[in-house]
T-cell receptor, first 112, second 112 residues
Framework: NAGVTQTPKFRILKIGQSMTLQCAQD?????MYWYRQDPGMGLKLIYY???????DKGEVPNGYNVSRSTTEDFPLRLELAAPSQTSVYFC???????????FGPGTRLTVT | DQQVKQNSPSLSVQEGRISILNCDYT??????FLWYKKYPAEGPTFLIS?????DKNEDGRFTVFLNKSAKHLSLHIVPSQPGDSAVYFC???????????FGQGTELSVKP
């Protein structure tokens, strides 16, 4: 049981490039989330999903897109990367909204 | 508008003593509160939670206290151990189904 996995662990992007951050969970959780954590700040919710085919915006969705075609996978797409998107990105999953969430190890992204 | 606040960015405690981490919130609709622990280069892990119908929840060395009238919760760790050194986030949700809102985190250092 791997829990929540994220790839890649690190990535450097140039301004204007695009990339997809991968997230997968093997706990059969319906709810999945993407957060970003900036230095000295808490986790900010980017997007979340309550099940396959259903996604919704969180607190800071601008510049990102998501899709949820299966229960297991929840990729986060960055289009036209900007320096403001330099952050650590965490994916999480849970059995219900608002309760204990299980987090992946994170992806550290630098945009220069 | 920071709905969940951890006003102490850092805390240093001697091994064996009590660590007290504090968290304040502004939204009176919050009814479920959680504490997460985060080591460097890892994702947050769930530590302990409390529902608004309780004022205390205990799990081993960890106890969370909730003061609804003051909109304040605290995490007590007794006795503190060097392995407890980490960043601690409090989080809250509303209506037991809302999205989690995280505080900024407090970095705890337990010195031998």
């Amino acid at each position: 049981n791997a829990g929540v996995t994220q790839t890649p662990k690190f990535r450097i992007l140039k301004i204007g490039q695009s990339m997809t951050l991968q997230c997968a969970q093997d706990m059969n959780h319906n709810y999945m989330y993407w957060y970003r954590q900036d230095p000295g700040m808490g986790l900010k919710l980017i997007y979340y999903s309550v099940g396959a085919g259903i996604t919704d915006k969180g607190e800071v969705p601008n510049g990102y897109n998501v899709s949820r075609s299966t229960t297991e996978d929840f990729p986060l797409r960055l289009e036209l990367a900007a320096p403001s998107q330099t952050s650590v990105y965490f994916c999480a999953s849970s059995t219900a909204l608002g309760y204990e969430q299980y987090f992946g190890p994170g992806t550290r992204l630098t945009v220069t | 508008d920071q709905q969940v606040k951890q006003n102490s960015p850092s805390l240093s405690v001697q091994e064996g003593r009590i660590s007290i981490l504090n968290c304040d919130y502004t939204n009176s609709m919050f009814d479920y509160f959680l504490w997460y622990k985060k080591y460097p280069a890892e994702g947050p892990t769930f530590l302990i939670s409390i529902s608004s119908i309780k004022d205390k929840n205990e799990d081993g060395r960890f106890t969370v206290f909730l003061n609804k009238s003051a909109k304040h919760l605290s995490l007590h760790i007794v006795p503190s151990q060097p392995g407890d050194s980490a960043v601690y986030f409090c989080a809250a949700s509303a209506n037991q189904g809302g999205k989690l809102i995280f505080g900024q985190g407090t970095e705890l250092s337990v010195k031998p």
